[in-house]
């Protein structure tokens, strides 16, 4: 079964504490991706990775950390620093360099509450 | 990479119907995907048309692109409630591959 999984589905946690966001794809893409999204609102890319042991900054990088130390896995943080964490997070990967194609798989997403 | 535009941003009908959705974009693409989202889950890719392309359809889905006019629109016949969801456009095809969605249609189709 191909796809990606995103765990926990919700997570809830206090002020001042970090989590990680979990993200698996068994597509053999390269590229992979996080979003944040808010309520009625649109996706805002947080980070993105293009290669193993690479990734960018998105718009909203700031409060938040990744690492990609294998292919499959695009682990999230959420650090304390993060002014407002209580969003949908979406993990999403793109063949990108297979074919050329742009497209974009998502994940489940994971509900984090902060109380 | 930009930011498409949706319009309207929220649209209502009775099921059988068709609906229509728009979306407009800034600067040149190579491609313009459209997407999915059922409430509280990941985005779904329903289509993508490529700049040199005009019209492309994919079961009750139609998507046109006017590069000319920089808009596409996505037509999807004989609703059914199931297609009840937020449709997104992404203008894309830049180096890094980013895609920036924007905040969407909200389509409701009623039973």
């Known amino acids: 079964d191909g796809g990606i999984t995103q765990s926990p589905k919700y997570l809830f946690r206090k002020e001042g504490q970090n989590v990680t966001l979990s993200c698996e794809q068994n597509l053999n893409h390269d590229a992979m991706y996080w979003y944040r999204q808010d309520p009625g609102q649109g996706l805002r890319l947080i980070y993105y990775s293009q290669i193993v042991n690479d990734f960018q900054k998105g718009d909203i990088a700031e409060g938040y950390s990744v690492s990609r130390e294998k292919k499959e896995s695009f682990p999230l943080t959420v650090t304390s620093a993060q002014k407002n964490p209580t969003a949908f997070y979406l993990c999403?990967?793109?063949?990108?360099?297979?074919?050329?194609?742009?497209?974009?798989?998502f994940g489940p997403g994971t509900r984090l509450t902060v109380l | 990479s930009q930011q498409g535009e949706e319009d309207p941003q929220a649209l209502s009908i009775q099921e059988g119907e068709n609906a229509t959705m728009n979306c407009s974009y800034k600067t040149s693409i190579n491609n313009l995907q459209w997407y999915r989202q059922n409430s509280g889950r990941g985005l779904v890719h329903l289509i993508l048309i490529r700049s040199n392309e005009r019209e492309k359809h994919s079961g009750r889905l139609r998507v046109t692109l006017d590069t000319s006019k920089k808009s596409s629109s996505l037509l999807i016949t004989a609703s059914r409630a199931a297609d009840t969801a937020s449709y997104f456009c992404?203008?894309?095809?830049?180096?890094?591959?980013?895609?920036?969605f924007g905040t969407g249609t909200l389509l409701a189709v009623q039973p």
């Open positions: 999403a990967s793109s063949p990108y360099g297979q074919g050329g194609e742009d497209t974009q798989y």
């Open positions: 992404a203008p894309g095809g830049g180096a890094t591959n980013k895609l920036i």
